[in-house]
């Protein structure tokens, strides 16, 4: 029976972009500084953590060993699990950004640039400004600028309370987040305020638009909830997704992925909030998979509440909590089966700033009845897409070259 399940543990970078410089970020390394961090002591927190980073089950299916071929350096040299296989891959879309790497990973490859909005007060056009007012039926908007989402909702909450100004900014990513109160301002208030936009900033070439929901009365007491809900382009062309759908295939995707590819590809969508809430339905998904079938999960607590807030220790946590379910998956796998792991993008959070940062990223997994080993250095995200399309039976695509054979496998007619 050939199933695949495509684990991306979102931002989980691990160093060595060969174009780093280019974005600012030579030097940057997700796991590596998380690592040393660990290593060092500096790492810990009473009541979260303390000591080397422990993810075990990670590094038996080779994630020290992928780590070396992004960087060179040695970080660990666990035994392996015999029929597990790791190595790294190289981002070769424009942008350092969630639907750039997520694309590239399902095979396809974004060669054209995103809009982005400047970095000053304010970044908005003052057309868009005026047309999110009028169009959106709000009395003005708050913000107007660069900011983490943490931080834009302390300093503007208490006015978008009183006035129903949504709160409106963004980031070195081609995006446009709107915060509003769950419900001072409404849930489904702010999401049609997010359509309304994604309509408006389609000429912009602007990749999201994210609405950013949150509940509290006071900046002691504001907190962004699950209700998020990313409003993205359409890929340009069919998508590893597309290609298994339209053959009769079933693809559930898990966390945000539905939203990634604006739903396209999908059969069926299931949300939780928190890394292991969302585990839970990663592992009921691969539960209800058949022949053919692919389950495609994105683990965003790694992302947006330790990479963006820089918080190391949170993001070591939870890794190491990753890494104790991950068990779980490997005991529902069965011979025909293809687990992989790995990254849209890093977020190193010992790196300045709060943005994410531009490197390569693991393909680790495991297949039963593979013979595993290393799969090297790939060439752009898209050849871990077309593995699993081999796998699954699917002719090639258009980018992206399957690395099945090197690790025992063969094309399968599903």
């Excluded at 015999?82 to 590239?104: I, L, N």
């Excluded at 915060?179 to 000429?203: K, M, N, Q, S």
């Excluded at 998956?329 to 790196?351: C, E, F, M, Q, Y």
Aim: net charge negative; with cysteine.
């Amino acid at each position: 029976m050939a199933r695949a399940f495509l684990f991306v543990l979102d931002s989980f970078g691990i160093g060595g972009a060969a174009d780093a410089e280019r974005y600012g970020d030579a030097g940057a390394d997700t796991f590596g500084h998380i690592f040393k961090a660990c290593a060092e002591g500096r790492a810990n927190r009473e009541g979260l953590r303390e000591g080397p980073l422990a993810v075990p089950h990670m590094m038996s299916l080779g994630l020290g060993r992928a780590a070396r071929t992004a960087t060179g350096l040695a970080i660990d040299r666990a035994p392996l699990i015999a029929s597990a296989f790791h190595g790294a891959a190289q981002e070769v879309s424009s942008g350092k950004d969630t639907p750039s790497g997520h694309w590239e990973i399902a095979g396809l490859p974004v060669r054209f640039d995103w809009g982005y909005f400047p970095d000053t007060v304010p970044a908005f056009p003052a057309e868009l400004t005026e047309a999110i007012i009028r169009e959106g039926e709000v009395p003005g908007i708050l913000g107007n600028c660069h900011a983490p989402g943490t931080e834009i909702i302390e300093r503007f909450g208490e006015e978008h309370i009183r006035t129903s100004k949504p709160i409106c900014y963004t980031s070195v990513d081609s995006v446009l987040q709107i915060a509003a109160h769950e419900t001072h301002f409404g849930l489904d208030r702010l999401h049609a305020l997010c359509l309304t936009v994604r309509r408006l900033v389609d000429p912009l070439k602007i990749g999201r638009v994210i609405a950013r929901p949150f509940v509290g009365e006071t900046p002691a007491t504001f907190q962004r909830t699950h209700n998020r809900r990313d409003y993205a382009v359409p890929p340009p062309e069919e998508t590893l997704l597309d290609r298994l759908t339209g053959r009769g295939s079933k693809v559930i995707a898990v966390g945000k992925i539905g939203d990634i590819f604006a739903h396209r590809g999908i059969s069926e969508v299931r949300k939780a909030g928190g890394n292991m809430a969302m585990f839970d339905k990663a592992l009921g998904a691969i539960d209800d998979t058949g022949e053919g079938d692919l389950v495609f999960a994105n683990f965003v607590d790694f992302d947006t509440e330790f990479g963006h807030r820089r918080d190391v220790a949170g993001y070591a946590a939870a890794l190491e909590a990753f890494d104790r379910r991950l068990p779980e998956a490997l005991s529902r796998l069965r011979p025909g089966d293809l687990l992989i792991l790995t990254a849209d993008h890093g977020n190193d959070p010992t790196w300045r700033g709060t943005d994410h940062t531009r490197e390569r990223v693991p393909v680790i997994g495991i297949g039963p009845g593979l013979k595993g080993g290393d799969i090297g250095l790939r060439p752009t995200f898209a050849d871990i897409g077309e593995t699993v399309a081999d796998h699954l039976g699917l002719a090639p695509g258009r980018h992206g070259a399957s690395f099945l054979a090197t690790i025992g496998g063969h094309a399968r007619t599903a």
